[in-house]
């Protein structure tokens, strides 16, 4: 079957691609309240926040591996999960300041999509709650929790961009382990699932703390390229 082609604005900036749950929304809080009410039906242990924190330390395979859950366990899950979560998307907040900049970016004059493992639905209502969605040319949803890295290449395919002018924005290890694979700049924001430390053990061109340094590491990709680790 042929691909539907994606259309992007003209533009002289390389095309930032985002992942949505903890990159952009708070989905971290409701997820772990779903987690914890359909955990026993999995024969999984509740979860607390605290515990959380803790987990957010662990590369994602050791944290599937520490809470028992097997990559085919992990994608029934996460069905599970993102059907749930599409009736409480009214609950989720936006990241802190994230908003500001999406809008500076979009100013600057960088291309924007998003590709993620939660549904259509939910990105796109989220979005448009925040008036959002006219910063983003795509919205690639649905994608399996480790099937990233071809969806990106996928992506970059039907836009017709080059994987060396491209940047994949993700809160998790394998957010970064896809950018890797799919031979793209990979940005590592470490508000999400994910904390710093693990983040870093994934080799990412840019780290950031603050949606602030997110711009800043974007616009510099732009001027200079991937940084020469």
Not at 27 to 43: D, K, R, V
Not at 92 to 120: Q, T, Y
Not at 168 to 178: C, F, I, N, Q
Request: charged residues 25%.
């Amino acid at each position: 079957m042929a691909e539907t082609a994606l259309h992007l604005p003209p533009s002289d900036k390389p095309l930032l691609i985002f992942d949505f749950d903890g990159t952009l929304a708070q989905t971290l809080e409701t997820g772990i309240a779903i987690f914890n009410e359909i955990g026993s039906q999995y024969g999984l242990k509740p979860v607390t926040m605290e515990e959380a924190h803790e987990l957010r330390k662990l590369h994602t395979r050791a944290l599937l591996d520490h809470l028992g859950v097997s990559r085919l366990m992990a994608v029934k899950l996460a069905a599970h999960i993102r059907k749930l979560l599409h009736e409480r998307m009214d609950q989720v907040n936006l990241i802190p300041n994230v908003a500001d900049s999406i809008h500076a970016l979009r100013a600057d004059g960088f291309r924007m999509g998003i590709l993620s493992s939660n549904s259509a639905d939910n990105v796109r209502m989220f979005l448009e709650r925040y008036h959002l969605d006219e910063c983003f040319s795509f919205i690639e949803a649905g994608v399996s929790l480790f099937g990233k890295p071809q969806r990106i290449k996928n992506v970059l395919r039907r836009v017709k961009v080059k994987a060396d002018d491209t940047m994949y924005v993700g809160d998790e290890t394998r957010d970064m382990e896809a950018s890797r694979r799919a031979k793209v700049c990979g940005l590592a924001v470490c508000w999400g699932a994910n904390g710093r430390e693990a983040m870093l053990s994934e080799g990412p061109e840019f780290c950031v703390d603050t949606p602030a340094e997110m711009v800043a590491a974007a616009r510099q990709f732009a001027a200079h390229g991937r940084p020469i680790h």
